[in-house]
């Protein structure tokens, strides 16, 4: 009976034992566990602080490259300069530009861009306005009303009264926008207005912007991406001043005022404010809606452009590019060079994580280049095309090896 009994006493026993056995391994593996992530979240951490060094370096490298531009105000051709998987340390960055603006893509083009470009939402005239793809009249109207200092509605617009009655109410700008984010303030914006399908910036149908609802944005999933209005539109737009022939310029006359800065994209050579665009940078889209263009002329001259290489800042080639077509009207518009220009870096750090990226806008028109802007797009998520992720994995495989 005592030897029945104590087999049984040591078979519990060896059962506890066993428990706190189990238990203790558990508790080891919980440990072990959220150290491992305890250290990625370290590691992420620390290749997002590569990243952002890396974007550091590339703004630089960018204002290098603008303040010694063989031509003043003209991009470097892309062949010259490194812009795609390019090293910092042991992080890589990207420029996110565009090319010919292609709504197949499903890889970016990487190349600084012309703000010079894109019609200036600030100087562009209601006509001009309703001219961009997918714009309404009323919008354009709106945009009017939300920048004039007056509260005269135009036609089919929106003034501080109907801003006052929103619900939020919100009082109207009156003033001119300071980013082209600021569009979302506008009586009738909507995000699929304003950004459209690309809701990454990038330029190219990603993912989620091709599949309907799944996930967003709001995709019509045709396999192409649809535009919406900030791919087309600027506030920062500069040029360099033409036919300077009055000395300096200086159109203060004979009063005693003193000579104020002119505000951002304000050229005064008398008093109105001039809108141009880089003919020999702009997309068909935004040469389309100057005066006196249609679609095919506009179409016409970024063919023909797309065959000459070396430019600069000529623009004596458009009458070439549209044959009998009339630009009398439109060349007013046409500037050949520019004075602002994006910086849209992307970057990773050693292993291909902590994913960061920033848009600059940089002024080249003073003795140096300086940054009026920057807006951090990280959270729009990977803007480097799903190829590049699978390239990316390969790269750092190999590099490991090494
Ligand atoms: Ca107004
Ligand atoms: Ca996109
Ligand atoms: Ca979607
Ligand atoms: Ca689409």
Redesign the pocket.
């Known amino acids: 009976m005592t030897n029945r009994k104590q087999g049984r006493t040591e078979g519990s026993v060896l059962i506890i034992v066993m428990w706190v056995a189990l238990g203790l391994v558990s508790v080891t593996l919980y440990f072990s566990h959220s150290m491992y992530f305890e250290f990625r979240a370290a590691e992420n951490y620390y290749e997002g602080l590569q990243a952002e060094q890396a974007i550091d370096g590339a703004l630089r490298y960018a204002m290098h490259l603008l303040a010694n531009a063989d031509e003043e105000g003209v991009l470097p051709e892309s062949n010259t300069y490194s812009r795609e998987r390019s090293t910092v340390g042991e992080a890589l960055y990207w420029y996110i530009g565009r090319g010919a603006q292609n709504a197949y893509a499903t890889v970016p083009e990487f190349v600084l861009t012309d703000e010079g470009a894109k019609l200036d939402l600030n100087l562009a005239t209601q006509e001009m306005l309703e001219n961009l793809p997918n714009m309404t009249p009323e919008f354009a109207a709106a945009i009017i009303d939300w920048r004039d200092e007056d509260e005269e509605v135009s036609e089919g617009g929106a003034e501080g009264d109907v801003y006052v009655r929103m619900i939020p109410s919100r009082q109207i700008k009156n003033a001119p926008f300071d980013t082209v984010d600021e569009l979302m303030m506008v009586y009738g914006a909507s995000p699929v207005l304003v950004y459209g399908e ?9 993912p989620n ?1 091709n599949d309907g609802n799944a996930t967003p944005p709001m995709d019509n999933q045709n396999g192409t ?1 649809d535009f919406g209005l900030a791919e087309y539109v600027t506030v920062f737009s500069k040029f360099p001043e033409e036919n300077n022939d009055q000395g300096q310029g200086n159109t203060n006359g004979g009063t005693n005022q003193p000579d104020q800065n002119p505000p951002n994209n304000i050229n005064i050579q008398g008093d109105e404010p001039t809108l141009k665009v880089n003919v020999n940078t702009a997309s068909a889209a935004v040469l389309a809606c100057l005066p006196g263009m249609d679609q095919a002329k506009a179409q016409q001259l970024v063919s023909y452009r797309s065959t000459q290489a070396g430019l600069g800042s000529d623009t004596g080639w458009v009458s070439d590019a549209v044959g009998d077509g009339d630009l009398t009207e439109a060349q007013e518009y046409f500037a050949g060079s520019s004075q602002r220009f994006m910086v849209d870096v992307a970057a990773v750090g050693k292993n291909g994580r902590g994913f960061r990226r920033t848009q600059f806008v940089v002024d080249t028109s003073g003795e140096e280049p300086v940054v009026i802007f920057r807006k951090d797009l990280a959270r729009q998520g990977w803007a480097l095309g799903t190829n590049l992720r699978e390239e990316l994995k390969q790269y750092v495989q190999q590099q490991r090896q090494r």
């Open positions: 690309d809701a990454n910036m990038n330029g190219i149908l990603d912007e991406l």
